[in-house]
């Protein structure tokens, strides 16, 4: 595959690369070069980045958008919130919609893989798998599963599951009163939601997960300790900030060195739309020292794949080809005088034109 005449913004540090072209081999890209060759698919006035990476979902609630506007966490999720009765109520093929309805506004989106904090067990894994249908799961292998016989959908679900067998799943999402779940021997992703009430992050931290989810209310040592420890920390600002919890100390945590990743958390709160977390966690943080938008876009792409143990989210020989291709000259992006500010301020879901997944275009609008 070779697509020429679009320019990209190649490598960690997003350098722009004008009017270059780039070679796929076997779902992986080989080459970025500048220049024009001849043949290939032309893409002119496209703008190629990373695809996006969603690195917290619930995906399952998505049957109850807005369904707990002025709640606090506890009142919309604990374990006598009132999601637990809107379940009650709901058909499972309604549930079943709904997700797959969120998994397609994703991948249209320009999102190629998110991490999805999964409830009810291996029930609940296979919910979302059937929701996707044909998805890779960890080990490789396709489901068969088709959605009442609707195409796959081909982005990637990373299944982080609870209250059954790790085996089950791409790892564990779990909460502070769950760590009893994390078995002796990690082979997998362990994911652990803290943060959002005092406490929490001290028993997090004492089981040593992979990544926190939240780290909303840290103190100076818990900072100090994920960094020490290597631990992702997944931020979810606008869903900390629709339960009043606080925000996250995003640019402390990025000055710590850690790799900090963004997620859009609950559908129920949250549409699971990246640029609008993009938008609000840069808006926000010019309250204080403000955080560069190069920061912003990897926390999405680099950041995520390291923190999820992808081969992907950077422009670089040898990554999977997961990639979009921005309208940079749309009206609401043109005319910019900072490309990355105004693709992390500005994008909106149409402006993403084409979506490549291991090298393949799974969407062109
Ligand atoms: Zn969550």
């Known amino acids: 595959m070779l697509v020429v ?3 990209f913004l190649f490598g960690k540090n997003f350098e722009l690369l004008e009017e270059g072209h780039l070679v796929v081999e076997r779902g992986r890209i080989k080459e970025i070069n500048d220049g024009f060759v001849t043949g290939g698919i032309d893409a002119k006035g496209l703008l190629c980045i990373p695809a996006l990476i969603n690195s917290h979902t619930h995906l399952g609630d998505s049957f109850a958008k807005e369904a707990v506007l002025g709640l606090s966490a506890g009142e919309a999720m604990g374990s006598r ?3 637990w009765e809107l379940y009650q109520k709901a058909k499972r093929s309604e549930v079943l919609r709904a997700m797959r309805n969120s998994a397609m506004y994703m991948l249209n989106s320009g999102i190629a893989a998110f991490a999805d904090f999964r409830e009810g ?4 894994a296979n919910l979302l798998r059937k929701a996707i249908g044909g998805i890779e799961n960890s080990s490789g292998r396709n489901s068969a599963v088709n959605s009442q016989s609707e195409p796959p959908i081909p982005i990637r679900a990373i299944i982080l599951g609870r209250d059954d067998s ?4 791409d790892g564990l999402g779990l909460n502070p009163w769950q760590l009893d779940q994390i078995p002796a021997e990690r082979t997998k992703l362990i994911a652990v ?3 959002e009430s005092a406490g929490e992050i001290a028993d997090a931290l004492s089981v040593n997960p992979d990544i926190i989810v939240h780290f909303t209310l840290p103190t100076k040592e818990e900072i100090a300790a994920v960094a020490r420890k290597k631990i992702s920390v997944v931020v979810c600002p606008r869903a900390n900030a629709l339960l009043g919890v606080g925000i996250p100390p995003v640019r402390e945590l990025i000055d710590h060195g850690i790799n900090v990743a963004l997620g859009t958390d609950n559908v129920m709160l949250n549409s699971p739309s990246l640029w609008r977390e993009f938008e609000f966690i840069s808006k926000l943080s010019y309250l204080e020292k403000g955080i560069p938008p190069g920061d912003i876009l990897r926390m999405a792409t680099v950041n995520a794949a390291r923190a999820l143990g992808l081969n992907s989210g950077v422009i670089s020989r040898g990554k999977e080809a997961n990639l979009i291709f ?3 000259n749309a009206p609401n992006l043109r005319n910019n005088r900072n490309l990355l500010a105004a693709i992390v301020h500005r994008t909106e879901s149409e402006n993403v034109r084409k979506v490549m ?5 799974v969407v062109e609008k």
């Open 357 to 361: 997944l291991r090298g393949k275009f």
């Open 5 to 7: 005449n679009s320019s």
């Open 121 to 124: 067990g291996i029930n609940g």
């Open 81 to 83: 919130g009132i999601k």
């Open 326 to 328: 921005l309208d940079r």
């Open 193 to 195: 939601h803290a943060g």
């Open 166 to 169: 790790i085996e089950n799943f």
